[in-house]
């Protein structure tokens, strides 16, 4: 069994879907710590002026430390301006009229109390509703595991039956040191390899990293073919972390 695990994020970008998409579960990490203004609460959009951040307001104060799981959205009418903005940069795209209504009561109907968690999840699910995507979705926090960093990333695959981990390229930074606890659980490391394909895009030049509802409402149909097209295959752990000595010493 190959897995994924990675944070719940607000509105991902394209290659999150490809990491999900090949494997057979990916994990939401959602019983760590919550970063404010992280990838969990916000991302971005394209506009005329250049990429435009969306950010879900959160309460946070006085809750320093909190897990992802728990944190829970501050200002319910968010959505509002959220809407608004995807209007004015999508609506004349030529997929607009088609999932603009599917995802507006998503972002727009948000009730007290709700938790960005559950947000991000239902969004997410909507996603890959549309792009095709069947892997499976897990809650960390449904699994009974516990732990820090790698450990937890260890027991959540041992929890699983999983004898391989795709990671995030971003956690190569810690994780290749840490290696030895997921070799010791028999699990073979691996990390996402993945180049930023470009499409039909508003308002030139073609700026990549946006949310995948650019490519949405750009592309429609095509969307899950242009994902796939960024794939190129994973870096083994011994070849990253080769690369990162190299780049230590250099």
Not at 40 to 58: A, D, E, H, S
């Amino acid at each position: 069994m190959r897995i994924a695990i990675c944070q719940p994020t607000y509105l991902p970008w394209l290659g999150y879907f490809d990491l999900m998409d090949q494997v057979d579960a990916f994990v939401l990490l959602d019983n760590v710590q919550f970063e404010k203004q992280s990838w969990q609460q916000r991302n971005r959009i394209k506009t005329p002026t250049g990429l435009q951040w969306l950010t879900v307001p959160v309460v946070f104060r006085g809750r320093l430390g909190q897990m992802i799981r728990d944190v829970e959205i501050r200002e319910v009418d968010f959505g509002k301006t959220h809407l608004r903005a995807i209007e004015l940069n999508y609506g004349r795209t030529r997929f607009f009229t088609t999932f603009f209504p599917q995802v507006a009561p998503l972002i727009g109907e948000v009730a007290e109390g709700m938790r960005l968690a559950d947000l991000n999840l239902r969004l997410l699910q909507w996603i890959t509703g549309i792009l095709g995507i069947r892997t499976e979705l897990l809650l960390a926090s449904s699994l009974g595991v516990e732990g820090k960093r790698t450990k937890l990333l260890s027991e959540i695959c041992q929890k699983l039956g999983a004898k391989e981990y795709v990671s995030p390229i971003g956690s190569a930074n810690y994780l290749v040191h840490e290696l030895r606890v997921l070799n010791d659980a028999e699990v073979d490391t691996f990390f996402h390899n993945y180049v930023h394909p470009e499409y039909e895009q508003r308002f030139p030049p073609f700026l990549p990293f946006a949310s995948v509802i650019d490519l949405i409402f750009n592309e429609g149909t095509r969307a899950t073919e242009i994902i796939r097209s960024g794939r190129q295959a994973s870096f083994t752990a011994e070849f990253v972390a080769t690369r990162m000595a190299e780049a230590k010493e250099a």
